[in-house]
């Protein structure tokens, strides 16, 4: 790693929280490649369009970065998903929204750890899973979001033991994260966090890169929401 910048591949890199971690990592002098299905623009990172959810697709991915990954892998970021958490009432969710999200939110990260391994063995790199905060609280008609989240918790604790000492593996669980401007949020939104403010993808983007140096840290989920999991709240 000495000899070669540190290279990194993001999930759901377009927009977001994936962008945040890519524009904060290029900063940090790391070669990122930036994987999503879709693209708006010529943005930070080396652009590879993937359905993480379709191994064959994963497959080629890998094939098409073959000549970054010379020398290894230091650190993959599942970060894909679908971010809306509302599916409607249980009883009216079909099968195949449920099937949906827990394909991208929760198989995307294993198919990209399973064809991501040989590299990060090679770099003595790690994995940082992209969780949530509804992995341990929820809000109503959220169950599949909620699975997938849980799912990921889970997945991490199990490839850390899995995959070490070679491979260290943890997850970020965000909580409120606002990508838009932070005036066009009110002062209650801001107020009702610990920290005072809500969010946003530099946040998350400085977790990840804390754990991807934390090198006595593995199997772990960092919640990084302000606060908020930790707060009473009663109606009175």
Known sequence: ???RLPTVIVTGAARGIGRGIVQHLEAQG???AALDLHFDDDGPGRQVRCDVSDE???RAAFGALADMLEGGLDLLVNNAGIADPETGPVEELALEEWNRRLAVNLTG???MAKHAVPHLRAARGAIVNISSTRAMMSEPDSEAYAASKGGISALTHALAVSLGP?????????GWIWKGDPSELSETDHAQHPVGRAGTPRDIAEAVHHLARAGFTTGQVLTVDGGM???MIYAE
């Open 1 to 3: 790693m000495a000899d």
């Open 56 to 58: 064959s697709a994963v």
């Open 30 to 32: 790391w070669r990122v």
């Open 229 to 231: 999991t930790r707060k």
């Open 166 to 174: 070679e491979v260290r593996v943890n997850a970020v669980a965000p």
């Open 109 to 111: 990260p294993f198919l």
